[in-house]
């Protein structure tokens, strides 16, 4: 079993919808969760960051974190078209180091 | 644009030649990384830098050589390459603060590398 789980899609949305994206992991040692989104031949650009359990948001993206379930979510509201793109879920535990696990990648597609 | 730059952006080098790629930041940050990502993965963690002292070394082939010349810098040295290391490879960096070593790392745009 993977440590992070991810479908990679592609989901394909129509513009102005309401895209979810989600993660299941194994590892209770997790403490900090990010969502990446890369754009094609571009490098990860990190979109939220997220310290334990609970809810973030900016702007237009919502973060959920469920310690208790070991899920985490991504939520765009009024999605664009210059929203696809992959979007990457992370995550490194609270003892230190700087080992990330990164998720296979979500494809998103929003159709004009 | 990213304020992680590499370079070249893109590379394409033979089997028995000598190339660096380079990573530059100007963050203050004192965490690097090496990572390849093949197409359609997610990046894989080669090496990490900190306070200019290599901190992790993945098993990585001694064909690929990191190298940190200060605090800013970052450069991975190829030798010897083989066809399936073609990918895109990308540098990060992180805070590191001794006490917290889990900051989110920032990542460049990564150099697109063939192996002929």
């Known amino acids: 079993q993977k440590e992070v789980e991810q479908d990679p899609g592609p989901l394909r949305v129509p513009e102005g919808a309401i895209v979810s994206l989600n993660c299941t992991y194994s590892?209770?040692?997790?403490?900090?969760f990010m969502w990446y989104r890369q754009y094609s031949r571009k490098g990860p650009e990190l979109l939220m960051y997220t310290y334990s359990s609970g809810n973030k948001e900016d702007g237009r993206f919502t973060a959920q974190v469920d310690k208790s379930s070991k899920y985490i979510s991504l939520f765009i509201r009024d999605s664009q078209p210059s929203d696809s793109a992959t979007y990457l879920c992370?995550?490194?535990?609270?003892?230190?180091?700087?080992?990330?696990?990164f998720g296979a990648g979500t494809r998103l597609f929003v159709k004009a | 644009d990213t304020e992680v730059t590499q370079t070249p952006k893109h590379l394409v080098m033979g089997m028995t030649n000598k190339k660096s790629l380079k990573c530059e930041q100007h963050m203050g940050h004192r965490a690097m990384y090496w990572y390849k990502q093949k197409a359609k993965k997610p990046p894989e963690l080669m090496f990490v830098y900190s306070y200019e002292k290599l901190s992790i070394n993945e098993s990585v082939p001694s064909r690929f050589s990191p190298e940190c010349p200060n605090s800013s810098l970052l450069n991975l040295h190829l030798h010897a390459l083989q066809p399936e290391d073609s990918a895109l490879y990308l540098c990060?960096?992180?805070?590191?603060?001794?006490?917290?070593?889990?900051?989110?790392?920032?990542f460049g745009d990564g150099t697109r590398l063939s192996i002929l």
């Open positions: 990060a960096s992180s805070q590191d603060y001794r006490d917290r070593l889990d900051q989110p790392q920032h």
């Open positions: 590892n209770s040692a997790f403490q900090y």
């Open positions: 992370a995550m490194s535990e609270n003892t230190g180091g700087f080992k990330t696990i």
